[in-house]
C-alpha cells in the first residue's frame, strides 16, 4: 500500500534542487567544488534571517549537528567545566543529546498552556555556570514559536548565548510574517540571538541530508577549527571531515530559482490547506485540533482513541503520521493537495 507522509518534516525536494543534488553527487565541498559555493549557500539562507555582515556558517547534515556545533561553539566561548544549558522540554531531542555528547548538563524548563517555554521558569534556571540557552522557531510537536525577544533580553544582560533551533520555522516564519502574519521576531533582527539553525531539507525544499547552522559573529567558529591541518584544506568548523558537495549546491540552485517570492507562494499555499483542515475538523465531534495552528503544523486527538491507536488507524488508512504521547502530529508540506485532506477527514469522520 502506498503511505501518503502527513508527518515528516522533510520536504518532497524541489526538482531543481534535486536535479543539482544528483548533478554533484560523489563530489566532496572543498576538493571538487569550492569552499567559497558554501559560504554563498550561507548567505543566501541567512539573507532570510536578517543575518548580519559579521555573520558566518556552514551547510551541514541536519539540524541535530547543526545543534550540536552550536552548544559546542558556546561551551568553548563560556570554558566552564560541565556548564549547563537551559533549553525548553519542547527542544528537538538533538539538544539533549549535544549536552551528553558536549559533557554539559542539562537543565530542560517546562512549557505554559499555549505550549511555549515558560519564560520566567527559562530565566530563574539561568545560573553563573549557564554557558549557552536554548530557544525554538517551530517546535517539532505543533510548531510554536518560543517568546525568543524576552529571551533574548535576559540572556543578553547576562552574557550567555542564545541559540535559536529553526530547523523547521527558518524557511516558513520568514515567508508568514512577508504575507503579513503577526508573528514574534525570532531571527537575527533580535539582539542577543547569537546562533541559528535552519534546515534547507525541511521546507527550503532540498534533497536530505541538507542543514544549516549560522553564527551572528563569525569568530564563533575559530575554536571548532581543526589546527595545523595543512594536508587537507577542507578542513572546517563542523563535526564532519569529508563533506559532499550536493546539499551546498542543491541550496544554491533552489534558492536562487525560486526567490523570497517562490518561497512565499508555497509557504501561502500550505497555510491556506493548513487552514482549510483545520476549518474541517470542527465538523468532527471526538477528534480536534490540540490547539488553533501557528503555521502548517497541526496536532490532533481523539476522545475514543488513544494516540497509538488512533496513528496505526491512520496507517491502515494510508497515512503516515509522527505520534507523540498526547496527540498525532500532520504537517501540511507542499506535497499535499486539497484532495488529500479531503480523503484524511472522510477517513477520520469513519472513527468519529
Known sequence: ???????????????????????????????????????????????????????????????????????????????IPGGEVVFPITSHYSILRACRLLGLTPRPVSAGFDYTVDVEKLK??????????VATAGTTSLGVIDDIPRIAEFALAAGIPLHVDAAYGG????????????????????????????????????PPPTGCIIFRDCTMLDSLRPENVLYYPAASSVIAGTRPASPTMATLAV???????????????????TNYFYDRLKELKTIKAVMKPVCNIIGIRSEKLDT?????????????????????????????????????????????
Open 255 to 273: 534558492i536562487e530559482y525560486l526567490g523570497e517570492n517562490g518561497y512565499k507562494e508555497i509557504v501561502k499555499t500550505c497555510l491556506e490547506l
Open 171 to 206: 524557511f516558513v516564519f520568514p515567508f508568514m510574517k512577508k504575507l503579513g502574519y503577526d508573528l514574534l521576531d525570532f531571527d537575527f533582527s533580535v539582539d542577543g540571538v547569537t546562533s541559528i539553525t535552519i534546515d534547507p531539507h525541511k521546507m527550503g525544499l532540498v
Open 124 to 133: 530563574n534556571a539561568i545560573t553563573e555556570n549557564t554557558v549557552a540557552v
Open 1 to 79: 500500500m502506498h503511505i501518503k507522509q502527513l508527518g515528516t518534516m522533510t520536504a518532497v525536494p524541489h526538482h531543481i534542487a534535486r536535479n543539482a543534488f544528483q548533478m554533484h553527487a560523489g563530489q566532496e565541498l572543498g576538493i571538487h567544488v569550492p569552499l567559497e559555493m558554501e559560504q554563498k549557500a550561507v548567505r543566501l539562507v541567512g539573507g532570510f534571517l536578517n543575518t548580519p555582515q559579521t555573520a558566518g556558517g556552514h551547510i551541514v547534515s541536519g539540524g541535530t549537528e547543526a545543534n550540536i556545533i552550536a552548544l559546542w561553539a558556546a561551551r568553548e566561548r563560556k570554558k
Open 308 to 352: 497509538h491507536s488512533l496513528k496505526d488507524y491512520l496507517e491502515t488508512c494510508g497515512w503516515g503520521v509522527f505520534e507523540f504521547s498526547e496527540w498525532i502530529r500532520i504537517i501540511i508540506m507542499p506535497h499535499l493537495t486539497q484532495g488529500d485532506l479531503v480523503k484524511l477527514i472522510m477517513d477520520l469522520k469513519k472513527i468519529d
